[in-house]
């Protein structure tokens, strides 16, 4: 009896590590991986940043993970573990799904600004964008309509 609820509670652990990660971990998953280009700015280098351009006043961290130089194995790992990442708290902005690819954008909204946006592109050139900071829903706009 002891055996089979060990069993059980591992069973359950792992399920709920492979569909519970975060974006943070997916994106430190794949980062290091060969052919996978990535680039995270936090810290020093947005303050920096911040000084000399004024529309980057509200991003706190900016990670960008593309994994198209990747192969096929890392590719289908990546699609299939953002495509289970935890959405607790997040809200699906849009979803575009068109053949093999699928393009999701999530965002995390908390007192009236985005506190996180997440661009997951998966298919064949799978992709990640990864935004942290007290975004406007005004500044998106003027991106988006620019």
Known sequence: MKKLLL????????VSFLYGQSAGDVYASFASERGA????VGGFATWVVKKFNRDMK????LR????AECNGSVREKFNKEAAAMSLDGYTTLVRVKEDSEDVRVLIKVKDDAIRELIVFSMGDDPAMIHVKGKLKTSDIEKYINS
Do not use: D, E, N, T
């Not at 069993?7 to 792992?14: P, Q």
């Not at 509200?58 to 961290?61: D, E, P, T």
């Not at 960008?64 to 994994?67: D, E, F, N, Y």
């Open 7 to 14: 069993i059980a509670v591992l069973a359950i652990g792992c």
């Open 37 to 40: 280009q990535s680039i995270s």
């Open 58 to 61: 509200s991003v706190k961290s």
């Open 64 to 67: 960008v993970l593309s994994l």
